[in-house]
C-alpha cells in the first residue's frame, strides 16, 4: 500500500474516531442535515408523482362531442362528416357507445356495477383534436358543434389538465429553488461544525505544520469528517422521506377510495437516491473544505 | 548542505531579527549558534528549517532554494528536517508514542514500520519504558528529550534544534547535549542555538555567534572552536 492510501486510510479513521466520540453531537449533526435533505427529497418525490398522473392526462388540445342516446350509426356518420369540414378540426376520433363502455370497464373500478345495467347508458362520441388552443375560438368551435343534429353536449375539457401540468412545472422550479437554498443552509451547518472542530484542534494543527504537514494533509480528516456527515445526513433523510411517503400513501389510499382513480406518491428511481446520497456527501465535503480553508487562512495571519 | 546568503528577515511589525547573515554548515557539521535573548538565533534556525521565510537573500539547504518553493513543496521539505523547539510543541492530549509517531502519520509510513521507528527513537533518548505516558506526566529534560525523539523518528539529514538545554539543569542539559553528540557522530548535521556558551566545550563543532540580528564572530567551515 503507498503512502498516499495509508494517508487517505488515517484521514478516514482520524474522522470516523471522532464522529464516534462525540455519539450524541454527532446524532444531532446528522439529524438537523437530514431534516433539511428530507424537505427537498419529499418535495421532489410528490412533484414527479404528479408530474407522471398529470403525463397521463391528453392536455393536446382537443374537443369531445357527445351524441343523443337515441342517435343511430347514420346520425353518427352524418356528424363525423360535418365535424371533419370543419376548418379548425385536425383530427377526428369516433368512439363508439359499445367501445366507450368496454374502456369504462378497462379503466375504472366500475365493471361489476356496469354489467349489471340493462343497457348502455353511454352515447356515440367523437374525439376532435382542435388546430386551436385559444379558448375564444374553442367557443365559437363549442357553439357550432352544438347547433349539429343528435348533438348533446360538447366540452373542451383539457384546458384543467394542461393547467395542472403549468402548475406541476411551476411546482418544480419552486423546488429547484429551495433545493439550492437548503443546500446552502446544509453547506453552512457542515463548515460550522467543522469550524469547531478545527478551532478545537489548531495546536495539533500548528504543530502538524510545523513538522510538514501540508494544507492539505491538515484538511483531509475534516474533509473526510464532513463527507461522512452528509452521507449519513442523506441516508436519513432518504428514510425520513420513505416513512414519510409510506404514511402519505396510507393516508391517500382511505381519502381516494371512494373515487374511481387512485393516486400514489411514488418513491424516487434509485439513481434519484443515489444522487441525493453522493450530492449530500458532495456538501459535506464541500462545507469542510471551505472551514478549514477559511480557517487555516486566519491562523496563519494571527502571530 | 546549508547556505545563508545575504539573509534579512523582517517581521510584519517592522521588527529586523536578521541582517544580511551568510554562512554555511557542511554536511556532518555541528554548529551551534550563540547569542543573547533577541540576537536572532530561533529566526536563524526557523529559516533553515524553512518554518520561516526570508525578506530577502536566499536560504538552500540540500541544493534546494527554499525562497522558491510553494508552501506544499517547503512542507514537505519540513519532515527531512528535525526541529527540536524551544517549548516542545507537544500534543499534551496525546501519548508520548503518539507524538514521536505524528511526523510518521503525517509521511503515511506504513503502521508496523511506525511502530518499530517510535520505539527506536524512544529507546534512543532513554524514553521507551514511556511510551503510554501522557507528555504533562513528563519532567522537563523529558519532554525536551521526547521533542528530540519526534525529531529524529523521520531519520532527518538535518537536525535543528532551538536552545534544547533551555530551563533545564545541569545534568538534564549534560545528557541532552550528549544526545546532539551522537547524532553528529553518526553523520547527521547538527545546527542547534544556546544562549549557554558553557556548553560549547562540550559540544566542540563549529561556532556562530549573533548580536542584534549581524553574525558576530563566525569560525570558518571546517575549523572548530577552540574547547
Redesign the interface.
Known amino acids: 500500500?503507498?503512502?498516499?492510501?495509508?494517508?487517505h486510510r488515517?484521514a478516514l479513521g482520524d474522522a470516523l474516531r471522532r464522529l464516534a466520540a462525540q455519539p450524541g453531537a454527532s446524532l444531532v449533526a446528522v439529524l438537523v442535515i437530514a431534516i433539511a435533505v428530507t424537505i427537498p427529497v419529499l418535495g421532489l418525490a410528490l412533484v414527479r408523482s404528479v408530474d407522471a398522473a398529470v403525463g397521463g392526462l391528453d392536455t393536446d388540445p382537443h374537443v369531445n362531442v357527445f351524441l343523443t342516446l337515441d342517435a343511430s350509426d347514420d346520425d353518427a356518420k352524418r356528424v363525423e362528416a360535418a365535424l371533419r369540414a370543419h376548418p379548425q378540426a385536425a383530427a377526428v376520433r369516433f368512439v363508439p357507445r359499445a367501445k366507450a363502455l368496454e374502456e369504462l370497464k378497462a379503466t375504472t373500478h366500475l365493471a361489476e356495477l356496469l354489467a349489471n345495467l340493462e343497457r348502455n347508458p353511454l352515447p356515440h362520441a367523437f374525439t376532435v383534436r382542435t388546430r386551436t388552443a385559444d379558448p375564444a375560438q374553442l367557443a365559437a368551435v363549442r357553439t357550432a358543434w352544438l347547433q349539429l343534429p343528435k348533438v348533446e353536449q360538447v366540452s373542451a375539457e383539457f384546458e384543467w389538465a394542461e393547467k395542472l401540468g403549468r402548475w406541476t412545472r411551476f411546482a418544480g422550479r419552486v423546488l429547484a429553488g429551495g433545493a439550492i437554498l437548503l443546500a446552502l443552509a446544509v453547506l453552512f451547518i457542515v463548515g460550522h461544525l467543522i469550524r469547531l472542530q478545527v478551532v478545537t484542534r489548531r495546536?495539533?494543527i500548528?504543530?502538524?505544520?510545523?513538522?510538514?504537514?501540508?494544507?492539505?494533509?491538515v484538511r483531509r480528516p475534516f474533509l473526510y469528517h464532513g463527507a461522512l456527515q452528509g452521507l449519513a445526513a442523506g441516508a436519513s433523510a432518504l428514510a425520513l422521506a420513505t416513512g414519510l411517503i409510506a404514511w402519505m400513501n396510507a393516508e391517500l389510499s382511505v381519502l381516494t377510495s371512494s373515487y374511481a382513480y387512485e393516486f400514489k406518491v411514488v418513491f424516487l428511481d434509485s439513481s434519484t437516491v443515489l444522487a441525493v446520497a453522493l450530492g449530500t456527501a458532495l456538501l459535506g465535503w464541500l462545507g469542510a473544505w471551505i472551514s478549514v480553508s477559511r480557517e487555516l487562512r486566519r491562523f496563519a495571519g494571527q502571530p | 548542505m546549508i547556505q545563508f546568503s545575504g539573509v534579512t528577515k523582517r517581521y510584519p511589525t517592522g521588527y529586523e531579527a536578521l541582517r544580511d547573515v551568510s554562512f554555511e554548515v557542511a554536511a556532518g557539521e555541528l554548529v551551534v549558534v550563540t547569542g543573547h535573548s533577541g540576537a536572532g538565533k530561533s529566526t536563524l534556525l526557523k529559516l533553515a528549517a524553512g518554518?520561516e521565510r526570508a525578506t530577502r537573500g536566499s536560504v538552500v539547504v540540500n541544493g534546494q532554494n527554499l525562497s522558491s518553493l510553494g508552501?506544499?513543496a517547503l512542507?514537505?521539505?519540513?519532515?527531512?528536517i528535525g526541529?527540536v523547539?524551544q517549548d516542545h510543541?507537544?500534543?499534551f492530549d496525546r501519548s508520548a508514542g503518539e507524538n514521536v509517531a505524528?511526523?510518521l502519520?503525517?509521511?503515511?509510513?506504513?503502521s508496523d514500520e511506525t511502530g518499530r521507528r517510535v520505539r527506536a527513537a524512544l529507546d534512543k533518548v532513554g524514553l521507551l519504558a514511556r511510551e503510554k505516558a501522557l507528555p504533562i506526566t513528563l519532567s522537563g529534560g523529558e519532554q525536551q528529550r521526547l521533542c528530540i525523539a519526534?525529531a529524529i523518528v523521520?531519520r532527518p539529514a538535518i537536525l535543528v534544534a532551538d536552545e534544547p538545554t533551555g530551563n533545564l539543569d545541569a545534568e538534564s542539559s549534560r545528557a541532552i547535549l550528549e544526545l546532539f553528540l551522537s547524532f553528529h557522530r553518526v553523520g547527521v548535521t547538527v545546527l542547534l542555538s544556546t544562549h549557554d556558551v558553557s556548553s560549547l566545550s562540550q559540544l566542540g563543532g563549529r561556532h556562530l555567534a549573533l548580536r542584534a540580528g549581524l553574525v558576530e564572530s563566525a569560525a570558518p567551515l571546517g575549523e572548530a572552536v577552540p574547547g
Not at chain 1, 500548528?206 to 492539505?216: C, D, F, K, N
Not at chain 2, 502519520?105 to 506504513?110: D, E, K, L, P
Request: proline share 2%; no cysteine; hydrophobic share 45%.
Open positions: 500500500m503507498n503512502a498516499w492510501i495509508r494517508t488515517h495546536e495539533e500548528e504543530v502538524s505544520q510545523l513538522i510538514g504537514a501540508t494544507a492539505g494533509d | 518554518i508552501e506544499t512542507a514537505v521539505l519540513r519532515r527531512h526541529f523547539f510543541k507537544l500534543l505524528l511526523p502519520r503525517i509521511a503515511g509510513t506504513a519526534r523521520n
